[in-house]
Nanobody, 122 residues
């Protein structure tokens, strides 16, 4: 199993920036950021393959968020700029160990989850 630990959440004003990190205990093929706002379903934000070879973004964050991965440290990061109140949510890191068929967007595809880090934009 892989353990995932998120960090970097906090409270910022609209237009501000935050950088989230997700440290994995070992190699995983794909890591993805999800988020969940109160009363809403968990939604995919951005995935990345180990080493950063393949990325994608939800439409709501394109042009504002940037995902990256340091394969030597097994650490994924999410640089979030121009934050909006609607970005307020608990942000989760998720991962699976090897390539598989299906969309990165579905939570059911993931084997490992972190505990989450709160992002609040006012």
């Amino acid at each position: 199993d892989a353990q995932l630990v998120e960090s970097g959440g906090g409270s910022v004003q609209a237009g501000g920036s935050l950088r989230l990190s997700c440290a994995a205990s070992r190699y995983t093929y794909r890591l993805t950021w999800f988020r969940q706002a109160p009363g809403k379903e968990r939604e995919g934000v951005a995935p990345i393959t180990s080493g950063g070879g393949s990325t994608a973004y939800a439409d709501s964050v394109k042009g504002r968020f940037t995902i990256s991965h340091d394969s030597a440290k097994h650490t994924m990061s999410l640089e979030m700029n121009n934050l909006k109140p609607e970005d307020t949510a608990m942000y989760y890191c998720a991962a699976y160990p090897s390539p598989r068929v299906g969309s990165w967007y579905f939570t059911s595809a993931y084997d490992y989850w972190g505990q989450g880090t709160q992002v609040t934009v006012s």
